[in-house]
């Protein structure tokens, strides 16, 4: 077999690594107080931004791309001729380190495809992580994927070294996951996020009581989900993550919308384009719940299994919720103010700081950044109240839609449309 | 009807403003003398910037902000927007006079103009952590040469010194022409007259290159296209989030 030299090894091994959405550098403050290099910065710091449009914050990497399962959705399959490369413990960290030096990069996230045995890998890159912080003396940002069906002290020992753990769900229902994966289960994914989530709310207390307690993945862990590759509805993935966030304290739950790199395999759906509207629907959604406190059951209805992908979810819920508008910016509290379409967490924050001062009106609203070609439909200020009583949902909708078209479509849409060239035979009403 | 001048520092705004309360006045247009306007028949005045005296003005505006927001005037002055001064000056009029804190009023225009002005700074200076790309000399130093906006460099020295600790590093501000260097134990500010690389795009001349550097450089091009996806390409998005500018310094987007 002849050598492959490192370039070649790092893009067959960049190229394999790159359909892992997490790209956060957030959440640890790691401190660098041994003159070593590297700190966190609890912000996180994107550090490139690819032609796709996602930031190059972590040097995102796999271990090695053999792996011994063969899963339908993954490009790194076994049953796939692709080519197959490793990289040694030492190249990872001589090219982290180098590539940290020059500042191209916040840290390392380093996943594996699974040779031998879960545990053999497992190790191997907890002995990445390990000789980083120890011998290399690096105090950056590190994410580790925990491998599933790798024992409990790996998984322990890694949260030790690592800032942020993950374990990739993968397929949202246990029934798809075994028709695609039949050689991974629901258990063996879920028992290392039990773990994880224990032992990092157990380093919490424990940082409580000895300030300089070891932190366990200080900041917390994530999952991944692949949307399109199997029939679940947005409403069963929505239902499922706010699970998530609930029970297992995830940090974040990424989707990652179905790109097919396998279509010879009948178990899949025939797509052209990924699903980028939905996923990006899927994202805003994520964001009401974890932003602007909205439960899962308010963004979906149970008549409703897919979300709108004409409109976000926030305009959606307040199209559907009319009666609870228009709010009143001066005298409603936070969480309804949140609630109003074109009014983001920070413009809301800053309503409620600036009305302590003086009224608010339009004008003040427009210059504090609020979006009011959305926003004027749903909120009164110290002004004549918004006609809002004349406005059914459906010619609201219409109207902000065609409003909003020319400036999101093109860069969203991924389909071609069937009638983008059709002008109605009436004139518009609005 | 008078106009103030001052040396264009921070301090000189500073004891121009406090000059203004000593004598009462309430000027017209405070200005850097570099950017004078001339005025027919406005009368002028100049003030010999005054360590002590900035810093009693200085000591008056932290008392009065929260610790949050206490870098807010600070960070409003280095956008070096035209008539910033003023708008600085009216802020700090009201401050002083109220009782309550009027840095969340929003509603003022000033307020919400310094509060989005600071944000823009602070955002330069983010970009500085995103965007600076060392190169390794033969001499041992990583040298990164780029040109911000605003004068940010010396607000992002600590956050570099405390990432690069074990590393001789310097940032060199082309535009304005200077540069901070780190030598293991301190930062301080250096000039450099003998130039080893190119002022427009702060590339080293490659005879004092390290040897390694073209191949992480190189390494870190291929990694950049291949963690790509290209199904998804959206290069609006990505000129959205790095901006035109900053391409000329990034070993990544060049050909």
Not at chain 1, 372 to 383: Q, S, V
Request: proline share 4%; glycine share 6%.
């Amino acid at each position: 077999m002849e050598t492959k030299t490192v370039q070649q090894r790092l893009e067959i091994l960049s190229d394999a690594a790159k359909y892992d959405v997490s790209c956060a550098s957030s959440g640890s403050n790691r401190k660098n107080n041994t003159k070593g290099i590297g700190n966190g910065v609890a912000c996180g710091i994107c550090h490139s931004f690819t032609e796709d449009g996602r930031c190059v914050s972590l040097f995102k990497i796999l271990m090695t791309n053999h792996c011994i399962y063969d899963c339908a959705y993954c490009a790194n399959r076994r049953s796939n001729d692709r080519q197959r490369a490793t990289l040694t413990v030492e190249e990872i960290i001589d090219l982290t380190i180098g590539f940290y030096r020059r500042n191209y990069i916040e840290g390392l996230f380093l996943s594996s495809g699974v040779i031998k045995s879960p545990d053999f890998t497992m190790e191997r890159m907890v002995q990445v992580a390990k000789k980083l912080r120890i011998e290399e003396n690096y105090h950056g940002y590190i994410h580790l994927k925990a491998i599933p069906g790798a024992s409990h002290e790996l998984v322990h020992e890694a949260g030790l070294w690592a800032d942020r753990m993950s374990v990739n769900l993968e397929i949202p229902t246990e029934p798809n996951l075994k028709l695609l994966a039949p050689e991974k289960n629901y258990p063996a994914i879920f028992s290392p996020m039990t773990q994880i989530r224990n032992e990092i709310l157990a380093s919490k207390e424990e940082v409580k009581i000895f300030r300089n307690a070891r932190r366990f993945a200080p900041a917390g862990q994530s999952t991944q989900m692949i949307i399109g590759a199997t029939p679940e509805t947005d409403r069963q993935i929505i239902l499922l993550s706010s699970g998530l966030y609930k029970t297992q304290n995830l940090k974040r739950v990424y989707f990652s919308g179905y790109l097919p790199v396998n279509e010879y395999d009948k178990r899949l759906p025939a797509l052209t384009r990924p699903p980028l509207v939905r996923e990006n629907r899927l994202y805003q959604s994520d964001w009401l719940m974890r932003f602007y406190h909205y439960k899962a059951e308010e963004i979906l209805t149970d008549d409703q299994p897919f979300l709108d992908l004409d409109v976000d979810p926030k305009l959606g819920y307040a199209l559907r919720n009319m009666q609870l508008f228009p709010v009143d910016i001066n005298r409603d509290d936070y969480e309804m103010i949140l609630r109003i379409p074109g009014v983001g967490v920070q413009s809301a924050q800053r309503i409620i700081m600036a009305r302590r001062h003086r009224k608010l009106n339009s004008e003040h609203l427009s210059k504090l950044g609020i979006v009011m070609k959305r926003a004027k439909y749903f909120l009164t200020c110290n002004e004549l109240p918004a006609s809002i009583t004349d406005w059914t949902p459906e010619r609201l909708k219409h109207k902000l839609i065609t409003g909003a078209i020319s400036k999101n479509k093109k860069s969203l849409d991924t389909q071609l449309s069937l009638f983008g060239n059709y002008q109605p035979v009436l004139p518009p009403i609005h | 009807m008078t106009i103030i001048t001052y040396d264009g520092t921070f301090a000189g705004f500073l004891t121009a403003v406090f000059e203004c309360y000593n004598r009462k006045v309430f000027p017209m247009d405070i200005c850097s003398l570099m950017g004078e306007q001339k005025h027919l028949f406005a009368q002028k005045a100049h003030f010999q910037t005054d360590e002590t005296k900035a810093d009693r003005v200085w000591k008056g505006i932290q008392n009065k902000l929260s610790g949050k927001n206490n870098q807010l005037v600070f960070y409003a002055f280095l956008s070096e927007e035209h008539g910033i001064e003023m708008k600085i000056y009216r802020f700090l009029r009201r401050l002083f006079s109220e009782h309550f804190n009027i840095e969340t009023d929003f509603g003022d225009l000033d307020v919400l103009y310094l509060t989005q002005t600071s944000r823009k700074v602070k955002q330069e200076a983010m970009r500085m952590l995103q965007f600076v790309r060392f190169q390794h000399t033969k001499d041992g130093l990583y040298f990164c040469g780029i040109e911000p906006r605003y004068d940010v460099i010396p607000l992002v020295v600590s956050q570099f010194q405390k990432r690069f600790a074990d590393q001789r590093w310097l940032l060199y501000d082309l535009k304005r022409n200077y540069g901070m260097l780190y030598d293991k134990d301190k930062a301080q500010e250096v000039v450099i007259s003998n130039k080893e690389f190119s002022s427009i795009t702060g590339q080293v001349n490659e005879n004092v290159l390290q040897e390694g550097e073209e191949f992480y450089q190189q390494l870190w091009k291929s990694y950049f296209t291949h963690i790509n996806i290209k199904e998804r390409k959206n290069l609006k998005l990505q000129r959205q989030h790095l901006p035109r500018r900053f391409w000329k310094y990034l070993p990544e987007m060049k050909g």
